[in-house]
């Protein structure tokens, strides 16, 4: 014989317990019983300062809410069309009365929606209201970047957006993303058909730029880039080119740059200091740490390096973890 349990009857400071301790799937499913449970969630969530929520318009739309290394499926999005044959309940979200089952495919909840387009900004303004916090991730195809566009249109900024999974775009959508995309982190996964860079471009101030399979990069566009970290996967630049960006540098250009990273054939980047920049030359003799969510460097090894006239120090090094050239400013460092 099995009995349900009045979850909503019980005093407020036992069910705020109960609150800290369900995970937010859990919670995203028990604020869909009523409005009253949606309400008593959003009261007694405690945010973590490291949630982060996360819209995937990739190849299955979905809601998730990543807190520290945490991962946590909200809710699926699929049209109608795709209503599975398991049994189905119906929730309302936001006004609008949709059915939802459990996926096994998936192993998460999938809402079906006449419009799939609008199930999804509906589904990530109601987990977003829930959680009392906004987007802070948005990846994206080039058939869905109306994605982005619709956050940035709902919250002043965005701090992540991620193009793609490897796949292949259309040169001018591939530029397009490039230059409008306001997201202070920016992340390009993808190939684009047209290989030539285009004739003018221009680049938004970003915190971190990556740029990832495609080839189309030279140095005048690294120069351009104002960003504190820049990643790049280009083979095909030269050791003139490293230098003559380096001298930029020297020079006071890209002055906000605290990373650098370009994945390309390995050099000795002791000897390519040495040979090619003795005026400027330091030798670094601490290891450090350079700590970031998006680029991978382990430790820094001591090394040589190259001294700015106004004090500035950058670390130049080969990063054995991702094989890339890179260079490091610190900020605590001045001669």
């Given at each position: 014989?099995?009995?349900?349990?009045?979850?909503?009857?019980?005093?407020?400071?036992?069910?705020?317990?109960?609150?800290?301790?369900?995970?937010?799937?859990?919670?995203?499913?028990?604020?869909?019983?009523?409005?009253?449970?949606?309400?008593?969630?959003?009261?007694?969530?405690?945010?973590?300062?490291?949630?982060?929520l996360?819209?995937d318009?990739?190849?299955?739309?979905?809601?998730?809410?990543?807190?520290?290394?945490?991962?946590y499926?909200?809710?699926?999005?699929?049209?109608?069309?795709?209503?599975?044959?398991?049994?189905?309940?119906?929730?309302?979200?936001?006004?609008?009365?949709v059915?939802?089952?459990?996926?096994?495919?998936?192993?998460?909840?999938?809402?079906?929606?006449e419009?799939?387009?609008?199930?999804?900004?509906?589904?990530m303004d109601?987990?977003?209201?829930?959680?009392?916090?906004d987007?802070?991730?948005?990846?994206?195809?080039?058939?869905?970047?109306?994605?982005?566009?619709?956050?940035?249109?709902?919250?002043?900024?965005?701090?992540?957006?991620?193009?793609?999974?490897?796949?292949?775009?259309?040169y001018?959508?591939?530029?397009?993303?490039?230059?409008?995309?306001?997201?202070?982190?920016?992340?390009?996964?993808?190939?684009?058909?047209?290989?030539?860079?285009?004739?003018?471009?221009?680049?938004?101030?970003?915190?971190?730029?990556?740029?990832?399979?495609?080839?189309?990069?030279?140095?005048?566009?690294?120069?351009?880039?104002d960003?504190?970290?820049?990643?790049?996967?280009?083979?095909?630049?030269?050791?003139?080119?490293?230098?003559?960006?380096?001298?930029?540098?020297?020079?006071?250009?890209?002055e906000?740059?605290?990373?650098?990273s370009?994945?390309?054939?390995?050099?000795?980047?002791?000897?390519?200091?040495?040979?090619?920049?003795?005026?400027?030359?330091?030798?670094?003799n601490?290891?450090r740490?350079?700590?970031?969510?998006?680029?991978?460097?382990?430790?820094?090894p001591?090394?040589?390096?190259?001294?700015?006239?106004?004090?500035?120090?950058?670390s130049?090094?080969?990063?054995?973890?991702?094989?890339?050239?890179?260079?490091?400013v610190?900020?605590?460092?001045?001669?």
């Amino acid at each position: 014989m099995s009995s349900t349990f009045p979850l909503l009857r019980v005093p407020q400071v036992v069910f705020s317990e109960i609150v800290q301790v369900l995970t937010p799937t859990d919670l995203t499913l028990l604020a869909l019983c009523s409005r009253r449970a949606f309400n008593l969630v959003k009261s007694f969530w405690k945010k973590p300062k490291n949630a982060r929520l996360q819209m995937d318009g990739r190849y299955r739309f979905h809601a998730a809410i990543i807190i520290g290394y945490m991962y946590y499926d909200l809710l699926h999005v699929s049209s109608i069309r795709n209503i599975p044959k398991c049994p189905v309940e119906f929730v309302e979200i936001r006004g609008t009365k949709v059915p939802i089952g459990y996926d096994r495919t998936r192993t998460s909840f999938g809402t079906y929606w006449e419009d799939r387009e609008f199930g999804f900004k509906t589904v990530m303004d109601f987990v977003s209201e829930l959680f009392s916090t906004d987007i802070h991730t948005v990846e994206f195809l080039y058939d869905t970047y109306w994605c982005f566009e619709w956050v940035q249109s709902r919250q002043k900024t965005v701090n992540r957006a991620c193009l793609g999974d490897g796949i292949h775009i259309e040169y001018l959508e591939y530029h397009k993303i490039l230059e409008n995309c306001t997201a202070e982190n920016l992340i390009l996964y993808a190939f684009h058909f047209q290989e030539e860079s285009p004739k003018q471009l221009t680049f938004k101030k970003r915190n971190h730029l990556s740029i990832y399979k495609t080839y189309w990069v030279e140095v005048k566009h690294l120069i351009m880039m104002d960003c504190v970290e820049i990643v790049i996967e280009q083979p095909f630049l030269e050791i003139w080119d490293l230098v003559e960006f380096l001298k930029h540098w020297l020079n006071g250009g890209n002055e906000k740059l605290k990373y650098l990273s370009i994945k390309r054939r390995y050099i000795d980047t002791d000897e390519f200091c040495v040979r090619e920049f003795p005026e400027n030359l330091i030798y670094l003799n601490e290891e450090r740490e350079y700590e970031s969510e998006l680029v991978q460097t382990g430790v820094i090894p001591k090394g040589y390096g190259l001294k700015r006239n106004d004090g500035a120090v950058a670390s130049i090094f080969w990063n054995y973890l991702d094989h890339s050239f890179a260079m490091y400013v610190p900020t605590d460092i001045t001669i």
